[in-house]
């Protein structure tokens, strides 16, 4: 199966001449939930800006479905959907205008927009919320925002940055198993974060992340394997793999 | 925790008026301000011709009165407070009245220009139709001034009421006070007056000793907002930014929004479809966010009243021009506003469509006041 995601050399940061990402490669497939893992500035989200096309790196080509952004940056930007760590809105828009903006720009028809906005508003129990302001929510509130406008389109590969941070348990079970679902129906999921526990749980590949490089990368077997630590959970296996970095 | 509460004072009101001489200067250099010129210059070409329009059976001493009331009544409460406040001075709160004391001067003193150019305005109106003394006149330029300090004294307190219905009450109340007793001394004394006793002052002082009485009351109740304080100021000072904004972009800007269901109907004109995104966003940003849409429509009502009133047809012609201009040159900020937010990561529509959808917004909005001034030229 050709690679939804690929990310090959990636050298970059926000100057040329600093680098905060060195030599990273990794790709995502279908159907499969890749957690991108690391400590506060790892790396993680400078990956996930170059990915989005918002930086340039200075090394390496990021593609995703073969095309990367500088050939053709408005059929790029449909291609995925962004789950951001702190939600951004339009402070003019209500939650509803939002679904529908985000529906109109990605060329959802009006049936299908409002046959999937539905059911979304109702599994993270938003319906109230529907004609209210971003600005009057919480930071779990605008985070479903965010997972909605996201869930609606229904894109190829979904790139999720930090999404357990501030939402409450059952907003964290909808969306994973929401996200789960979408696996299953052919989608590939990237995901930073810090929750290796549910990393464990709901990921099928990790790569783990230290300071700008991939110290490791592969399925829960291969990690145990390369760091000889059988039986021992993903935080075990990282913190390993961190400290020996840190001596 | 000690806390020099008069120097963070002088340190913030210097930060601001710091604030203010640097956006001077943006406006200075900037085309509206030339425009708000010459139309202030036309219309006082005007201003006799239009006060002999008015019949002899108006009230002028009475309009006088509401007017001047609404901008007496109206006080603003700056305080230069800061979101980090909430957590370090609350602690001193008990502290800080020498802090709030010199915000109310500092009020006082700036909503007092406001007034005194109010005054101005309508001082050879108010004249023309006196009897004759001169004592009268000082009354005029002086009472003003108390009744607002007073209003800002008054709405100070009241600001402690956690209940912001029971605040417009208050606000209604001291309203209807001002405009009695400015009533009653710009119609030198007249009104109420029943065989030489004026029975409109002693009323006054009742009210007075009334109203002393309820802000005690509420004093005693109620502490400071804190809240409340901080919305106050950020909406204020977002009003400052958006007026320099027009100028000068100002990149911090908080935008205030409203939801204006009113408007939303319109929105149904932009029909469902991905080439409509930008234009919907664009229509919406325009409709609820706090400046465009209320200036937009203010423009055009105050153009057709001075279309109106003006008899000449080249002065009526001139106004529905610069009117224009001035809409085109306060829509220019809607043009950059959501570049300031890094949107373009979440929703896949591009610089260009949203510049198209400005150019199409502009030009319906500008065709739109046109047609208005147009038709009213054409029709009175």
Redesign the interface.
């Known amino acids: 199966m050709p690679n939804l995601l690929d990310v090959q050399g990636v050298t970059g940061g926000y100057s040329a001449k600093h680098s905060v990402i060195k030599d990273v490669s990794f790709h995502i497939q279908p159907k499969e939930i890749v957690a991108l893992i690391g400590l506060n500035g790892a790396g993680k989200s400078t990956t996930i800006k170059h990915i989005?096309?918002?930086l340039t790196p200075t090394k390496g080509v990021i593609t995703i479905e073969g095309k990367s952004f500088q050939s053709a940056?408005?059929t790029y930007?449909?291609s995925y959907g962004?789950i951001?760590e702190s939600p951004?809105y339009?402070?003019?828009?209500t939650l509803w205008?939002h679904i529908?903006?985000?529906a109109?720009?990605?060329?959802l028809e009006?049936d299908i927009f409002v046959e999937r906005a539905v059911p979304l508003l109702k599994e993270f129990r938003m319906e109230k919320m529907k004609d209210r302001?971003p600005?009057q929510f919480s930071k779990g509130m605008r985070q479903k925002l965010?997972i909605m406008?996201a869930l609606l389109v229904q894109p190829k590969l979904y790139i999720v940055d930090e999404p357990i941070l501030g939402l409450d348990p059952l907003g964290i079970r909808s969306l994973l198993s929401w996200l789960n679902q979408c696996k299953e129906q052919g989608a590939g999921i990237l995901m930073s974060t810090h929750i290796l526990a549910t990393a464990e749980k709901y990921c099928d590949r990790f790569i783990i992340m230290h300071k700008g490089e991939i110290r490791a990368q592969g399925t829960l077997e291969e990690l145990r394997s390369i760091t000889g630590l059988s039986h021992h959970s993903l935080d075990d296996i990282y913190l390993h793999i961190v400290e020996d970095d840190n001596e | 925790m000690n806390v020099d509460v008069d120097a963070l004072f002088r340190e913030r009101q210097k930060r601001f008026f710091e604030e203010v001489v640097r956006y001077s200067m943006y406006i200075a250099n900037g085309g509206l301000l030339f425009v708000m010129l010459f139309m202030m210059g036309l219309l006082s070409l005007y201003y006799r011709s239009l006060v002999d329009l008015i019949p002899v059976w108006f009230p002028v001493p009475y309009f006088l009165a509401f007017v001047i009331a609404i901008v007496v009544t109206q006080s603003r409460h700056r305080t230069f407070l800061l979101e980090a406040d909430l957590l370090f001075l609350t602690p001193v709160e008990t502290k800080m009245s020498s802090y709030f004391q010199k915000t109310q001067r500092y009020n006082f003193f700036i909503q007092s220009i406001g007034l005194f150019l109010v005054l101005l305005l309508f001082s050879p109106l108010y004249e023309l139709g006196l009897s004759g003394t001169s004592g009268q006149m000082w009354l005029y330029w002086c009472v003003p001034f108390v009744l607002k300090g007073w209003n800002i004294y008054s709405s100070w307190i009241c600001l402690r009421l956690p209940d912001e219905k029971r605040e417009s009450q208050y606000a209604l109340a001291r309203f209807a006070f001002t405009f009695f007793v400015l009533a009653w001394v710009f119609g030198e004394g007249r009104l109420l007056t029943y065989q030489g006793i004026p029975y409109a002052g002693i009323v006054c002082i009742g009210i007075v000793i009334w109203f002393h009485a309820r802000l005690q009351a509420i004093k005693k109740k109620h502490s400071l907002q804190w809240y409340r304080l901080l919305d106050v100021e950020k909406s204020l000072r977002s009003r400052f930014y958006r007026i320099v904004n027009q100028f000068k972009d100002v990149p911090w800007l908080q935008?205030e929004?409203k939801?204006r269901p009113w408007l939303v109907p319109i929105t149904r004109l932009v029909s469902?479809?991905?080439v409509?995104?930008?234009k919907?966003?664009v229509l919406?940003?325009f409709?609820?966010?706090g400046g465009y849409a209320g200036l937009y429509f203010r423009l055009i009502l105050l153009s057709t009243f001075l279309i109106l009133v003006l008899p000449n047809l080249y002065a009526k012609l001139i106004i529905g021009l610069l009117f224009l201009l001035m809409s085109a040159i306060q829509l220019k900020g809607l043009s950059s506003h959501?570049q300031k937010?890094?949107?373009?990561?979440?929703?896949?529509?591009?610089d260009q469509q949203h510049k198209h959808a400005f150019t199409w917004i502009r030009r319906v909005l500008l065709t739109t006041q046109g047609t208005v001034s147009l038709l009213i030229i054409l029709l009175f």
């Open positions: 989005l096309g918002l940056p408005d930007r449909f962004y951001p951004i339009y402070e003019e828009l205008e529908e903006l985000a109109m720009s990605h060329g009006r302001f600005q965010m406008m | 935008n929004v939801p469902y479809g991905q409509n995104a930008a919907l966003l919406r940003t409709i609820r966010s959501h937010r890094n949107m373009y990561s979440l929703l896949p529509i591009n």
